[in-house]
């Protein structure tokens, strides 16, 4: 296993960096979704330029005007909704989804309409009293365009992104093997904390952590596979999960994120919440499962050894643990301890796993 220092690790001062940045500030995890947007956006303005506005004006100039017309919009829009639910994700969080459906499509319309007003006399030289008269066609335009991207956005949120275009894409109809990175991430303490802040105020907290950290997991390539009461299932395909190690990575960004939200968990529960996490890799089968409500299943021996290992993390009473077959394919820090746990032997598993435990040395 290397121990060679990565160039693509700068340390934690680094990482502190990132986490500080300001919360309304548009980050490389929002370039999927901003792209999609412009796509959506020059499609959505060449089509009312075929349709809505007189034959005349349909020329090729016209249409190449009418896309980037589209696109503009669009990306102002898709930006107005990433900041607004950065900047007022607590608030957001604690309303109703209709509450926030209205308040992020305002505010999106609002965007929507004044920048049309604005491109209107750039691209089209239109005056201002001729674009402030289609201002209400270009309101209920808008109002299309934010409906349509926050019914996407919440199923997308729902089944994670992977999975919906994996669904759309029909990938997974059947049974497809996969090398994948694993993430199990449980809280430590879950029972201790029911009995001293009730099932209520618990579930709460752990609502509230899942919130915190996915953001994390996706600003490091990860997508959440599933929660399962106080514990969170992250993955990722293998290639990306070692490309820099950005799997170990998120585990101690979330380590990052908790600490820099201590005093807000203090405030609102009375303690702050920590985790043990197991990163494992290996073959897995995934496969969309039911017909009612239908999810992507993902099977075989490397959920079970990482379902196992999050056990072993309990009993050995370590915060993290990476299998070997996992480690010999990340180049870890010298800012890293590394324990050899050697080969242990699971429950219901015959052939022992070699486990390492990590933590930062400094």
């Not at 700068?10 to 796509?39: F, M, Q, Y």
């Not at 807000?264 to 995934?286: K, Q, W």
Request: aromatic fraction near 8%.
């Amino acid at each position: 296993m290397s121990l060679d220092s990565s160039s693509a690790w700068n340390g934690t001062r680094n990482e502190a960096r990132r986490l500080k940045r300001p919360k309304g500030v548009l980050r490389w995890s929002d370039v999927p979704t901003l792209i999609a947007a412009a796509l959506f956006g020059a499609l959505a303005g060449a089509f009312y330029r075929g349709v809505f506005d007189p034959e005349a004006t349909r020329t090729l100039a016209n249409f190449l005007l009418s896309t980037a017309n589209g696109l503009i919009v669009a990306v102002s829009m898709a930006s107005a909704h990433r900041w607004l639910t950065r900047t007022a994700s607590s608030w957001l969080r604690q309303r109703s989804l209709w509450t926030e459906l209205a308040m992020t499509g305002g505010v999106m319309v609002a965007t929507g309409s004044t920048v049309q007003l604005v491109v209107q006399q750039v691209l089209f030289g239109a005056s201002l009293a001729d674009a402030s008269a289609l201002v209400p066609l270009h309101m209920a335009f808008a109002l299309f365009l934010a409906t349509v991207f926050l019914a996407g956005a919440h199923t997308i949120r729902l089944i994670g992104v992977g999975q919906f275009l994996s669904v759309l894409a029909g990938r997974y109809r059947r049974p497809v093997e996969e090398k994948r990175v694993l993430l199990f991430v449980d809280l430590k303490g879950s029972t201790r904390l029911a009995e001293h802040l009730g099932p209520v105020q618990v579930a709460t907290l752990i609502a509230r952590f899942f919130f915190d950290m996915d953001e994390i997991v996706a600003e490091h390539g990860g997508e959440v596979h599933a929660y399962i009461g106080d514990e969170l299932i992250v993955t990722w395909p293998t290639a990306e999960a070692v490309r820099e190690a950005a799997c170990l990575r998120c585990v101690f960004a979330m380590r990052g994120r908790v600490r820099e939200l201590a005093r807000s968990y203090e405030a609102e529960f009375g303690v702050v919440p920590h985790f043990r996490a197991v990163l494992h890799s290996g073959p897995v089968v995934i496969s969309e499962v039911g017909r009612a409500r239908q999810q992507i299943g993902y099977f075989g021996d490397t959920m079970n050894v990482a379902a196992r290992l999050e056990e072993h993390a309990k009993l050995v009473d370590r915060d993290l643990l990476i299998s070997r077959l996992l480690a010999e394919q990340l180049a870890l820090p010298e800012l890293f301890a590394v324990e050899d746990l050697g080969q242990v032997e699971l429950r219901g598993r015959i052939a022992p796993v070699s486990v390492l435990a990590l933590r930062r040395a400094c």
